[in-house]
């Protein structure tokens, strides 16, 4: 027996039962001895006899424990982490691929033992993962000024330091079979390693640094002896502090837009001790966000070589986010051999368990990872469909993917969960069934639907302990899964963990309405419906056809275009959906609430399953409201017809008092919405949504007589609570008591104008008014195109003036203000104005009828020759066209009247928990200043009608 070592254990509790030996190789890897402990653990509770004799061997297939069993099957040099159990007479076999392999079959056997409380009598099994990477991750970063460069500090995350806390996680991965975890950090490297090349980048004491180093060996072995790989992720090119405050002079910031040779070396250098340092701990780069210019050449020039550095090949995990998939295939993939590609499941949301299409040229490269990321369109509820889920990895499969990293349901706040407990709720307990799914599908995506119903609603019947409060739970989870990212899919305003579906700042009637589903990062953001809610849609409104069931749900706007046409959509219609969303949430409510009173284990867990039913319903009915309300405005807006005017209002009133319930119940239920930014809250959102409502029912009797001032190009109110101009000028008129307009125009729209305010001169009201506005002008009217984007060029009202056809300008952070007497300048003439933001301009020169008011200079962007008068001399252009100075604020006089165009920048309040002391700052401010100046100019005469026009009005909406 020198081969092999036994460990009998004594059931003491049932005297009458044999002993169980269990028998693995005397140089069993700590894997193997990992599992063979869980074995341990599940054979304490065995119930009934066990045959005199039984052993569980244990070992890798080629094992001298089973030379002699050569019946038994083999495995194929691909198939790692795969296993087989059988039984043998009074023998139980645990064969793996791998020590992996070995480990899973131990798992896999503890599993059924501690289910039975017996060894299975009957088992001949074989197993293997469909994906090969299947992992977690866990932020070292947070929201605050640290963003991604928090130092990695007891202070900041204790939880990290927390072994116990650290091993109760790595066992619940363990048990759901994930073999990877990945820490975020923007640069870990001064935390974990002392850089002696380089010391002016550390950023702790002696003492603390060899903590920090001893905790990341001991949790890379802890996780390494559950068969899981640890992975630092780490962004370009971000730097430490220190190293940053040591090389300003040279031009280095703690977050770098491009590199420089120092920048490179440095890199190169950390990961190669990072990589000799912690021998199986894994690197993956997310090479862009900071920087900016050739990410990646960056890759290849400095991390890759970093890795060869250190004599080892180990695997590199580029992130797609920013990088292009050709320059990758041409520059990356060519310099390394061992690289794995990562990119979103559907950029921040859920969404549909179809990905991003764009995630099919990454398989087509090799081994490709998804990322299910941040996943705001259905935080912070519970949410865990093994319906969703099911379907989302085997839609990976079909695809070809290799992989997959999970987000937790609460990332940036880990391990605390939103909830308002006490003691706080751990999101590990809180949320396994979302830790449970990913990794049985993971695992094995093919698995019948009726057995797994079965197998979901019998683990919740014994959590909540009665088979009626489990099957009310699983219904929950399946029926309300689908909500939120349907109305997601069909809205898709914005994409990104700042923008929760639950707190939809952007859920305005025009944010929905005109939503291309576009998002920012190059993806067309609408896919096919889960299967959970084409059965539903079917089930009420009737079959499909292929090509509907197909594509995804139309947008609201595509919906009230066939609604104009009146052509018949053969497409999923977006307000049906929406009643399919309240149906289901509905359903989900109601099952909770009749088996209620089944509950004998966690009640105080089920009524917050309640509670997240009834916020699930009311969020459901609001967007459907929403959505309705929304397409009626875009069949006013092609009819003119006043009947969807007033529909639309009953609706939106609707969709506010919606709203407001939701509010009263989530905010009793949650800290906040998201975990990401604390001060979004729904009573924030409920005001904003009141004040639409407000604006709505305010215009159509603003529009009877003309007001004071009109915007052009809202197309109703202004959306965007961030535009420190338009709120400045809302606060200035209301102080004048002076009405403004910006929808339901009428005929008498200019009747009683001071100052016409066009924000977008491509806008179908500019456009369709824009024949009267010229003549109001030359009688004598006031128009201000603000335009810090450039959307005014080409328009006659502006002739004379030159705009560049391309942007060969970085910004400018100063703004001049001209020696001028105009009024709009009172107070500002012949001042600088430094700009925490860049200023651009697209205005290159105007003719002599315009003034300029302001400018100011702005730098070449460029490593070439634009303006060709000017020679060059030499390989390198010179300073005769390293900037140009370009006026940003002209006025001309138009007939009688005066036109005036602003370029003076985006100026925006950052968002902030009370934005009143900012707005009061931002009135101080020179954008203040202009402001009264402006309203002031334009309430100094009288209307050019005048003749005709009542006075001005004395209540401002």
């Not at 605050?144 to 991965?173: C, H, I, S």
């Not at 609460?410 to 990794?439: C, H, K, Y």
């Not at 909500?483 to 700042?505: E, H, R, S, W």
Request: proline share 6%; glycine share 6%; net charge negative.
């Amino acid at each position: 027996m020198a081969l092999f070592c036994g460990a009998i254990l004594m059931m003491a509790s049932r005297p009458a039962h044999a002993a169980i030996t269990i028998i693995s190789s005397t140089n069993a890897t700590p894997r193997e001895q990992y599992g063979i402990s869980r074995l341990r653990e599940a054979t304490e509770h065995l119930e009934g006899a066990v045959p005199p004799g039984a052993k569980i061997l244990v070992g890798i297939r080629t094992s001298v424990l089973f030379v002699s069993m050569p019946a038994l099957p083999r495995f194929l040099p691909s198939e790692t982490e795969a296993y087989h159990i059988e039984r043998s007479e009074n023998d139980w076999l645990v064969i793996g691929s791998d020590s992996s392999g070995v480990l899973y079959g131990c798992l896999e056997l503890a599993r059924r033992i501690q289910a039975a409380h017996a060894l299975p009598p009957v088992i001949d099994l074989t197993d293997k993962p469909a994906f090969k990477l299947r992992g977690t991750c866990l932020l070292l970063m947070k929201y605050g000024n640290g963003w991604y460069n928090w130092p990695v500090t007891p202070a900041n995350f204790p939880w990290f330091y927390d072994r116990k806390l650290m091993l109760q996680y790595l066992d619940e991965l363990a048990e759901n079979r994930y073999n990877m975890i990945v820490f975020w950090n923007a640069h870990p490297f001064p935390y974990f390693l002392t850089l002696p090349k380089y010391p002016e980048a550390r950023m702790l004491d002696d003492a603390d640094l060899q903590r920090n180093m001893d905790q990341l060996r001991w949790f890379t072995e802890e996780a390494d002896r559950r068969g899981i790989w640890t992975v630092v992720e780490f962004y370009n090119i971000h730097v430490s502090p220190n190293f940053a405050k040591a090389h300003e002079r040279e031009g280095v910031k703690i977050e770098n837009a491009a590199s420089t040779p120092l920048l490179e070396a440095y890199t190169r250098y950390c990961i190669s001790e990072f990589v000799k340092a912690y021998s199986n701990v894994g690197i993956m780069i997310t090479a862009g966000e900071s920087l900016q210019v050739r990410k990646e050449e960056f890759v290849r020039d400095a991390i890759i070589p970093g890795l060869k550095d250190s004599g080892k090949n180990p695997p590199l995990i580029v992130r797609q986010w920013t990088i292009d998939p050709i320059r990758y295939r041409d520059i990356i993939r060519s310099a390394y051999d061992n690289l794995y590609t990562m990119m979103k499941h559907n950029t921040e949301m859920l969404v549909s368990p179809y990905p991003d299409p764009r995630n099919k040229t990454w398989v087509s490269y090799g081994r490709h990872i998804i990322n299910v990321h941040e996943n705001a369109d259905v935080k912070p509820f519970r949410w865990a469909s093994p319906r969703f889920v099911q379907q989302m990895t085997q839609q990976w499969k079909e695809m070809g993917v290799a992989g997959f990293q999970v987000y937790p349901m609460v990332s940036w706040q880990w391990p605390t969960s939103l909830d308002r407990a006490d003691p706080p709720l751990n999101t590990i307990s809180r949320d396994r069934m979302w830790i449970e799914e990913f990794g049985r599908y993971g695992w094995n995506p093919i698995r019948p639907v009726v057995e797994e119903e079965r197998f979901w609603t019998e683990k919740l019947s014994r959590q909540f302990g009665s088979a009626q409060a489990g099957k009310a739970i699983y219904n929950y989870y399946v029926k309300t899964a689908p909500v939120l990212p349907n109305i997601q899919n069909v809205l898709n305003i914005f994409n990104m963990n700042f923008f929760p579906t639950a707190v939809g700042q952007d859920a305005t009637l025009n944010g929905i309405l005109h939503s291309d589903r576009w998002e920012g990062v190059g993806d067309y953001q609408a896919r096919p419906l889960d299967d959970v809610s084409l059965a539903a849609y079917e089930s009420e409104f009737g079959p499909l056809s292929d090509t509907a069931l197909k594509r995804p749900p139309l947008s609201v706007k595509e919906w009230v275009a066939f609604q104009r046409s009146g052509e018949k959509a053969e497409a999923i219609d977006p307000t049906k959906l929406a009643a399919v969303n309240v149906n289901l949430a509905q359903q989900a409510l109601s099952g909770l609430e009749s088996a209620r009173d089944s509950v004998t284990l966690q009640a105080n867990e089920y009524s917050r399953f309640i509670t997240d039913a009834q916020c699930i319903l009311y969020l459901a009915q609001f967007y459907r409201s929403k959505i309705e309300a929304a397409t009626e405005k875009g069949l006013f807006d092609g009819t003119n017809d006043a009947q969807h005017y007033t529909r639309m209002l009953q609706l939106l009133a609707s969709s506010v008092t919606d709203y407001s319930r939701l509010d009263t119940t989530a905010t009793k239920a949650y800290r906040q919405p998201t975990d990401l930014v604390p001060y979004y809250h729904w009573h924030t959102v409920l005001e904003n949504f009141q004040r639409e409502l407000a604006f709505y029912q305010e215009q159509a009797t603003i529009g009877q007589h003309g007001a004071n001032i009109v915007y052009l190009g809202l197309d109703g109110p202004m959306s965007d609570a961030t535009n420190e101009f338009h709120w400045l000028l809302e606060d200035a008129r209301k102080s004048a008591r002076l009405s403004a307009q910006s929808y339901d125009f009428q005929p008498t729209l200019f009747s009683n104008a001071r100052l016409v305010v066009v924000y977008d001169a491509h806008s179908p009201e500019y456009v369709k008014n824009r024949a009267q506005l010229d003549q109001w002008v030359r009688n004598g009217g006031k128009v201000l195109f603000w335009d810090p984007m450039a959307h005014a060029d080409g328009d006659p009202l502006l002739s004379g003036i030159q705009f560049a056809e391309q942007a060969n300008f970085g910004s400018s952070t100063s703004l001049y203000f001209q020696e001028d007497g105009s009024q709009l300048l009172n107070g500002l003439a012949g001042t600088t104005l430094e700009l925490d933001n860049g200023l651009s301009s697209n205005i290159r020169s105007a003719s002599q009828d315009w003034q300029m008011l302001a400018y100011t200079v702005l730098p070449s962007i460029s490593d070439k020759q634009f303006y060709v008068s000017f020679p060059t001399f030499g390989p390198r252009w010179t300073s005769l066209i390293d900037s140009v100075r370009v006026p940003v604020l002209l006025k001309r006089g138009y007939g009688s009247g005066t036109v005036v165009i602003a370029q003076i920048g985006r100026w925006t309040i950052e968002p902030q928990a009370d934005m009143g002391p900012v707005r009061a700052e931002a009135t101080r401010s020179p954008l203040g200043k202009f402001v009264e100046n402006l309203i002031a100019w334009a309430a100094a005469e009288q209307p050019p009608q005048a003749a005709g026009a009542s006075p001005l009005h004395e209540s401002a909406n």
